[in-house]
């Protein structure tokens, strides 16, 4: 058996109830599924992912951009503490295997650039929309339902060998 699949859940630091809701069904789906949690351990978003998967006995790490293990939310199994403020971003994304967004501010979107540059594949959930030059960008996947966005990210992975 190979090592588990690494998943960011990113989001806003805050975000409203059905974000929250949506964000903890998909970290209880990914636990379920043996994946790791990879999210940048603070409040909203983060919090709600990481206690749908610490529900689920599933393993969470946070990437933290404070100077201390201490500001990571109750739910962090792992917390890493970076010291770099937004920089941490990218250490979320190049720690992932694939991205599940969720609502989310200008944080979230440099995080989807990140990924997206990366190749990673990306399922939103009310989250950003891309366009240039006034085309539609059709690089987030767009999930009908927390559980669709665990779906996907998890054959997505399957299907690209993503082991690394």
């Known amino acids: ?34 994946a790791v ?18 529900q689920a006995g ?12 201490s500001e990571a939310n109750p739910h962090v199994t792992i917390p890493i503490v970076t010291g770099m403020g937004e920089a941490r971003n990218a ?10 967004a969720i609502g989310g501010g200008y944080g979230t ?3 989807i650039g990140f990924a997206l540059r990366q190749g990673l594949p990306v399922a939103g959930l009310d989250t950003w929309e891309l366009k ?8 987030i996947y767009r999930a009908k339902s927390p559980e669709d966005a665990v779906e996907w990210v998890t ?7 993503r082991v690394y």
């Open 1 to 34: 058996m190979g090592a588990p699949m690494r998943v960011a859940v990113i989001g806003g630091h805050q975000c409203s109830p059905q974000e929250a809701d949506w964000a903890e069904t998909v970290g209880r789906a990914l636990a379920e599924r043996g």
């Open 37 to 54: 949690l990879v999210c940048g351990g603070r409040g909203g978003v983060m919090e709600a992912a990481c206690r749908g998967a610490q």
């Open 58 to 69: 599933g393993v969470t790490i946070g990437i933290l951009p404070g100077a201390e293990a």
């Open 91 to 100: 250490i979320i994304i190049r720690t992932a295997q694939a991205v599940i």
């Open 109 to 111: 979107l440099s995080e």
């Open 132 to 139: 240039r030059a006034g085309e539609t960008v059709t690089a």
């Open 155 to 161: 054959k997505t992975i399957t299907a690209q060998r």
